[in-house]
């Protein structure tokens, strides 16, 4: 009787424990396992999500500037499906830029453009690519970036390199007014986004001595 009595304390002591097991065993049979796998790849999503930033899809008008020569207001439009498009303050003497867009694993966006440079006779003289890493910002209203610009000969030959920062501000549609005015001035001093870009250019054109 007192070996019974003796052994009693460890079964019971043991059954909890082995009940826990039981249950944990059912709860991974009865699909656990899929709820938890589901939650850590619900809070993988969300880490991803939170680090997208917003896309470059749009127009923008903005600056580059170049060592050692005035800077250009420059257009730039990126279509959804990876293409770019440039046109600076320098044409006709260049051409629109052509080119693709990608984003890249830190968020930033890398393009590869081509133009074609003519001389002021309008002679086809060599082709340009500009290399650039872009960032939008969190807002998706602006973008800073830094470009590598190389210039090649007609033979495909390297003959010239340097680098650029730009800097713009995104276009977005503005509805004009249901009913103008008859016989409305311009304003003398536009506001919100016209007042803005306008700002840009006329900073430009007194670095241009314009």
């Known amino acids: 009787m007192s070996e019974i009595q003796d052994r009693i304390p460890s079964e019971a002591g043991a059954r909890p424990r082995a009940a826990t097991r039981r249950r944990l065993l059912r709860w991974m049979a009865g699909g656990g396992a899929a709820v938890a796998a589901a939650a850590v790849g619900g809070a993988q999503a969300g880490t991803v999500e939170a680090q997208a930033a917003p896309g470059p899809e749009g127009s923008w008008m903005g600056v580059v500037t170049r060592p050692d020569l005035p800077p250009l207001v420059t257009l730039y439009t990126y279509t959804a499906d990876g293409g770019l498009i440039e046109t600076s303050t320098d044409h006709p003497t260049r051409s629109p830029a052509h080119g693709a867009w990608v984003r890249t694993a830190n968020g930033q966006i890398a393009t590869t453009a081509w133009r074609l440079v003519f001389d ?9 690519k500009i290399s650039s890493l872009v960032r939008v910002s969190a807002a998706g209203d602006e973008f800073s970036g830094q470009s590598r610009v190389e210039f090649y000969d007609l033979g495909g ?10 800097s713009a501000k995104r ?17 003398a001093t536009p506001t919100g986004q016209a007042g803005d870009l306008s700002a840009l250019l006329r900073a430009i054109l007194q670095q241009r001595g314009g």
Do not use: D, K
């Open 171 to 187: 276009i977005r549609a503005e509805l004009p007014p249901a009913t103008p005015p008859a016989a409305a001035q311009p304003s």
């Open 120 to 128: 002021t006779s309008g002679n086809f003289m060599r082709t340009q």
């Open 157 to 166: 030959n390297l003959v010239q390199s340097t680098t650029t920062a730009s």
